[in-house]
């Protein structure tokens, strides 16, 4: 369970909005936070745990303000922390996170607050056996043909009574992978065992799937219903198989047209030659500019290999033509 | 070369690994899993699969 500090809050929510408007391998990250000082005394700072390091952190209170956030090593020279949060920040082999918020202004008893974190996530990065040179030379290997789905991973951890909401959107064009999302929970248990982790059914969940976006909620009741300690949440972000299959064709014709140099070489006519350069240069501009639509991954290189594709044969076919080489 | 004994890990710190690594690695069979100490089965595309990082 994640950690918060002082006991006296209570984490209402979490809303964790993640948008995939910028493409496949990058998404901005939007976790509201709500919780309740349930004391009567006025609060002034929050510590809480995060289940892992987030990169270009904004943290923004209520009234739009962005908050100061203090790290790990602020929180460990403060002599006022409870044992438990002491002896985590203080074995590096945990490699917990905790931000020490300070608020903009005091938050009476009984209060509800808001804070927003907005952070940036990218891809997990597949490695692989081949070698990237044998991946692009080798004819055979379709399935690298083009990367064309980027796979997240999620960890969900909760704090104590809290609802999580998670939505998630993306834009035209991009389209979730067959069968996801795949949503794992272990159980609460010391052990590793084939039992301590579950598949979560998603009917159960009231996930709502549509074309540009899933959602699902999970209550205290339903981690306590499903004896949920932590959950995993892992899905794929590709182009849509129609925005594939035009950016295989269009590759195709990139790839192919050079060789339309070799009729103006067999006709000895040059300014057949300059027209088939001026037809491939619109299609390799074309491939390059399809790339801000479908957002594939591996687009670059098949623009770099038709391009020296292009400029090879234009140059030896002109050279040959220039001097007045005939077959 | 003497062998090291690999710790064991929870499902919990399994996950955490994992969702800690940049890098991860598809495997599809289970025969080859010998040499990584943390892995998690889930399914792709209808298929069982195992995602692996290397310690």
């Known amino acids: ?327 | 070369m003497e062998s090291q004994i690999e710790k064991e890990y929870t499902t919990e710190e399994k996950l955490k690994i994992i969702s800690n690594s940049r890098y991860i690695k598809i495997i599809k069979n289970k025969e080859n899993l010998k040499q990584y100490s943390v892995y998690i089965p889930i399914k792709r595309n209808g298929q069982i699969v195992y995602v692996v990082v290397e310690k």
């Open chain 1, 1 to 327: 369970m994640l950690f918060f500090y002082p006991n006296s809050i209570e984490i209402v929510s979490r809303r964790i909005y993640y948008d995939h408007s910028e493409g496949l391998l990058t998404r901005n990250v939007n976790e509201k936070i709500i919780f309740k000082n349930s004391s009567a005394k006025p609060l002034s700072e929050i510590i809480l745990e995060i289940e892992n390091f987030k990169t270009n952190l904004k943290i923004i209170g209520n009234d739009g303000n962005e908050l100061i956030f203090l790290p790990n090593y602020k929180l460990r020279e403060r002599a006022d922390l409870p044992q438990s949060i002491d002896t985590s920040i203080k074995d590096p082999e945990l490699k917990r996170n905790f931000l020490l918020i300070k608020l903009k202004r005091q938050i009476e008893g009984d209060e509800y607050y808001g804070l927003s974190l907005h952070y940036i996530e990218y891809t997990k990065e597949e490695t692989d056996m081949i070698e990237p040179y044998e991946r692009y030379f080798n004819p055979f290997e379709l399935e690298h043909f083009m990367y064309n789905e980027a796979m997240y991973m999620d960890l969900i951890e909760f704090y104590d009574r809290e609802t999580v909401t998670i939505f998630k959107h993306w834009g035209n064009g991009l389209s979730l992978s067959d069968g996801d999302p795949y949503i794992l929970y272990a159980k609460i248990s010391d052990t590793d065992s084939d039992d301590d982790i579950g598949e979560l059914d998603k009917s159960k969940l009231s996930l709502d799937l549509r074309k540009n976006s899933f959602s699902f909620s999970i209550t205290k009741n339903d981690r306590e219903r499903f004896n949920i300690n932590i959950m995993a949440i892992f899905y794929g972000i590709r182009p849509e198989k129609k925005e594939l299959s035009l950016i295989k064709a269009l590759t195709m014709f990139v790839l192919l047209l050079p060789l339309a140099d070799l009729i103006s070489f067999f006709l000895h006519n040059i300014s057949y030659l300059f027209d088939a350069l001026e037809t491939e240069s619109v299609f390799i501009l074309t491939l390059a500019f399809a790339q801000t639509r479908t957002r594939l991954l591996s687009h670059e290189k098949y623009v770099k290999l038709g391009l020296i594709l292009t400029g090879s044969f234009f140059m030896i076919v002109l050279i040959l033509i220039l001097a007045n080489i005939k077959i």
